[in-house]
């Protein structure tokens, strides 16, 4: 069994270098605090997508999107629903990596803790902003870089 997972992972790693582009957004996205090689390899095959789309439609996609429950006079809360959830599973441990030991995105969950969100509503929030940087990043090919970033 560990041999079969070792033998797919090291097949998954030449897969993403054997292709030019998926070796460029490979090497953006590990620059990353909190992002390693399987997040990437997730991110890679479940959202093909990113960095071709803008913010709202990746975290749609992604399954981070908000959607408010309004029918009539009916007013809930908004859910996330509709997309692809394995995006949203497979950046769930890398958002509480990030959280420990990304400044920015750590400033940004504190931000969001301190005004009354609940914690799972706020590791969504960090999700999704997480992602709409990543987007942004491999858009033009740009490494992490916070100093460019606002949260």
Same mark, same amino acid.
């Given at each position: 069994?560990?041999?079969? =997972?070792?033998? /797919?992972?090291?097949?998954?790693?030449?897969?993403?270098?054997?292709?030019? @582009?998926? *070796?460029?957004?490979?090497? #953006?996205?590990?620059?990353?605090?909190g992002?390693? !090689?399987?997040?990437?390899?997730?991110? /890679?095959?479940?959202?093909?997508? &990113?960095?071709? /789309?803008? %913010?709202?439609?990746?975290a749609? &996609?992604?399954?981070?999107?908000?959607?408010? #429950?309004?029918?009539?006079?009916? %007013?809930?809360?908004? =859910?996330?629903?509709?997309? %692809?959830?394995?995006? *949203?599973?497979? /950046?769930?441990?890398?958002?509480?990596? #990030?959280?420990?030991? !990304?400044?920015?995105?750590?400033?940004?969950?504190? *931000? &969001? %803790? @301190?005004?009354?969100?609940?914690?799972?509503?706020?590791?969504?929030? #960090?999700?999704?902003? &997480?992602?709409?940087?990543?987007?942004?990043?491999?858009?033009t090919?740009?490494?992490? !870089?916070?100093?460019?970033?606002? =949260?």
């Amino acid at each position: 069994m560990k041999h079969d =997972i070792k033998s /797919l992972n090291k097949h998954i790693e030449e897969l993403i270098q054997s292709h030019e @582009k998926f *070796r460029q957004k490979k090497e #953006c996205l590990e620059t990353v605090p909190g992002i390693a !090689n399987k997040t990437v390899a997730s991110l /890679l095959c479940y959202l093909p997508e &990113l960095g071709s /789309l803008n %913010r709202k439609q990746i975290a749609s &996609l992604a399954d981070l999107a908000p959607y408010a #429950c309004k029918s009539g006079q009916l %007013r809930g809360k908004a =859910i996330i629903k509709g997309g %692809r959830s394995s995006v *949203r599973k497979a /950046l769930y441990m890398p958002i509480l990596v #990030c959280i420990s030991f !990304n400044p920015l995105i750590h400033h940004f969950y504190e *931000r &969001l %803790r @301190k005004q009354g969100k609940a914690a799972k509503v706020a590791l969504t929030a #960090c999700m999704r902003k &997480l992602l709409t940087i990543l987007n942004a990043m491999l858009k033009t090919l740009q490494p992490w !870089n916070p100093k460019l970033l606002d =949260i």
